[in-house]
């Protein structure tokens, strides 16, 4: 679904106007929004409103308003007098919200770079695989190396009874030595 959202002042005021059989009201404007760098030139485009949305354009919009424009972007082609085609960008919108007058449009604004933690190793094919349950009131068999289990799984539970069981994973270094459980050959 084409859908898109802009955030622009409106250079030229909306102007309303009819289609040829004079029933459905739309509205034209002109909206500026800065480049992507700060040498790129400002880019307008052609913003347009249909039918009731139309008349609240016209009746709560002017020139030198900030907003920011819902709706959805559309290329459309002229044919020029000089012989050659050329494609126009027009945002048909469907919601306009106005914004405060202080916004700073001189250039756009860059989001700061976040930084991660390194992501947990994985661990070898030979090291004991274990498998926690998330609740169990009851124990059941134990796993003879648990020495890494509270640095990997700290306990945060208060509640009185509560142990978790450990269930060793059967997990086998070679996947010749385990059983074919598909039917279907692959």
Known sequence: MNSCILMAQIIQAPELRYTPDNQTPLTQMLVQFPGLRPEDAPATLKVIGWGNFAHEIKENYIAGDHIVIEGRL???????????????AEFTASRIHKLGGNADWSSPTSTPSTTFDKPTPIPSAN???????????????????TSNLEQDFPSTTTEQGFEPSIVPAS???????QPDLDDIPF
Do not use: Q, Y
């Open 74 to 88: 559309v290329m459309n082609t002229i044919e020029r007098p000089e012989g050659f085609k050329e494609k126009r």
């Open 127 to 145: 090291t004991n695989n274990v498998v926690v349950p998330i609740r169990s009131n009851t124990s059941s068999a134990s796993v003879s190396d």
């Open 171 to 177: 997990i086998s270094a070679n996947p010749e030595n």
